[in-house]
């Protein structure tokens, strides 16, 4: 039995296909809180369950062999730092509780690029990064790095347990959207009149989920694994974006000072207009601070990760939006 925590969300449901997929004789158990999402139409086992609620968990992981705990809140909006905390952290310490009392054979954690402090920027960022820490960091890159702390204190006491750190994910599935989602289907919709300076790293959903599979029998105990497709800047995606629909990208680009400085309005007319703040100053703070240099070489290694050229990723993404209706929607 593989358990999956998280498996309404993007990463979780594309994980559930591939598991259904694989392991045909082998059941899959999803937790889900209020949707199933993307992955609602597969033969899997539906449980009701909370990471906040550790006697649920006790219930969704009897039997189970291995574990993937993807549920998370993920979040730039400043104003939710404290419910980030507490999903990410205390959800994470009831699920290694759980597993420990469960006797759960494999963790397989998924954190996020965002726990590794990403200075020195001209320094290649491996799995040998400091951990952020300290309020100079938002409060969900905190909540990665402080989640995997209860994950290795799980191991201290006896748990077998493995850490995937994905860069940006971008993908097919993505149900929510996700704030990648977003961009690409608000560039679509020409809902962003300016590009700004600066860039992130992406990684494609499926190939995060191949690494996944991996890690269930091939990573080391304890160990963490690095999940990159490589650096794009704004530009680059936006051009990405036009490439693959023929909607023209924007051509001026808002100099990252001028654009640190209209942030807090944006996001004040963002939830104005009901919508999702995507130009938060903590996203600012990511796309102009973000390690260009970010190296998957262990995860290459020991899982045999490849990451796909990120114009198949977003074409791909397209794709998939249009099946759903989505690109015409005005939400």
Same mark, same amino acid.
């Given at each position: 039995?593989?358990?999956?925590?998280?498996?309404?969300?993007? %990463?979780?449901?594309?994980?559930?296909r591939?598991?259904?997929?694989?392991?045909?004789?082998?059941?899959?158990?999803? %937790?889900?809180?209020?949707?199933?999402?993307?992955? +609602?139409?597969?033969?899997?086992?539906?449980? *009701?369950?909370?990471?906040?609620?550790?006697?649920?968990?006790?219930?969704?992981?009897t039997?189970?062999?291995?574990?993937?705990?993807?549920?998370?809140?993920?979040?730039?909006?400043?104003?939710?730092?404290?419910?980030?905390?507490?999903?990410?952290?205390?959800?994470?310490? *009831?699920?290694?509780?759980?597993?420990?009392?469960?006797?759960?054979?494999?963790?397989?954690?998924?954190?996020?690029?965002?726990?590794?402090?990403?200075?020195?920027?001209?320094?290649?960022?491996?799995?040998?990064?400091?951990?952020?820490?300290? #309020? @100079?960091?938002?409060?969900?890159?905190?909540s990665?790095?402080?989640?995997?702390t209860?994950?290795?204190?799980?191991i201290?006491?006896?748990?077998?347990?493995?850490?995937?750190?994905?860069?940006?994910?971008?993908?097919?599935?993505?149900?929510g959207?996700s704030h990648?989602?977003?961009?690409?289907?608000?560039?679509?919709?020409?809902?962003?009149?300016?590009? %700004?300076a600066?860039?992130?790293?992406?990684?494609?959903?499926?190939?995060?989920?191949?690494? +996944?599979?991996?890690a269930?029998?091939?990573?080391?105990?304890?160990? *963490?694994y690095?999940?990159?497709?490589?650096?794009?800047?704004?530009?680059?995606?936006?051009?990405?974006?036009?490439? =693959?629909?023929?909607? +023209?990208?924007?051509?001026?680009?808002?100099?990252?000072?001028?654009?640190r400085?209209?942030?807090?309005?944006?996001? %004040?007319?963002?939830?104005?207009?009901?919508? @999702? #703040?995507?130009?938060?100053p903590? =996203?600012?703070?990511?796309?102009?601070?973000?390690?260009?240099?970010?190296?998957?070489?262990?995860?290459?290694?020991?899982?045999?990760f490849?990451?796909?050229?990120?114009?198949?990723?977003?074409?791909?993404?397209?794709?998939?939006?249009?099946?759903?209706?989505?690109?015409g929607?005005?939400?």
């Open positions: 039995m593989r358990v999956i925590t998280g498996a309404s969300g993007h %990463i979780g449901g594309v994980l559930a591939a598991l259904v997929g694989r392991y045909d004789a082998c059941p899959v158990r999803a %937790i889900f809180r209020k949707r199933r999402g993307t992955a +609602a139409d597969l033969d899997v086992e539906w449980v *009701n369950g909370d990471i906040l609620d550790k006697k649920s968990l006790l219930t969704a992981f039997g189970a062999e291995v574990v993937f705990h993807l549920a998370a809140l993920v979040s730039i909006d400043p104003g939710r730092g404290e419910k980030v905390h507490t999903t990410n952290v205390s959800g994470t310490r *009831n699920v290694v509780e759980a597993a420990l009392e469960c006797g759960v054979r494999r963790l397989v954690y998924f954190s996020s690029i965002h726990a590794y402090n990403q200075y020195p920027l001209d320094e290649v960022l491996d799995e040998g990064r400091d951990s952020v820490d300290g #309020p @100079r960091h938002d409060a969900y890159a905190r990665k790095a402080a989640g995997e209860e994950v290795r204190r799980g201290d006491r006896g748990l077998d347990a493995v850490i995937l750190n994905p860069t940006g994910v971008i993908g097919p599935f993505d149900g959207p990648m989602g977003q961009f690409f289907l608000d560039l679509h919709r020409r809902r962003i009149p300016a590009q %700004i600066g860039g992130f790293d992406c990684v494609d959903v499926r190939d995060v989920v191949d690494a +996944a599979v991996a269930e029998t091939q990573a080391r105990c304890g160990e *963490n690095i999940l990159s497709g490589g650096w794009y800047s704004m530009r680059d995606l936006a051009l990405l974006s036009q490439h =693959a629909t023929g909607v +023209a990208a924007p051509r001026f680009v808002f100099p990252m000072f001028l654009a400085f209209w942030a807090p309005f944006q996001v %004040i007319l963002d939830r104005s207009r009901g919508r @999702r #703040p995507l130009y938060t903590a =996203a600012l703070r990511f796309v102009s601070g973000g390690n260009q240099q970010v190296s998957s070489a262990k995860a290459q290694a020991e899982l045999g490849r990451s796909r050229p990120l114009g198949d990723s977003v074409r791909d993404t397209y794709r998939w939006f249009d099946e759903q209706g989505m690109l929607e005005d939400g």
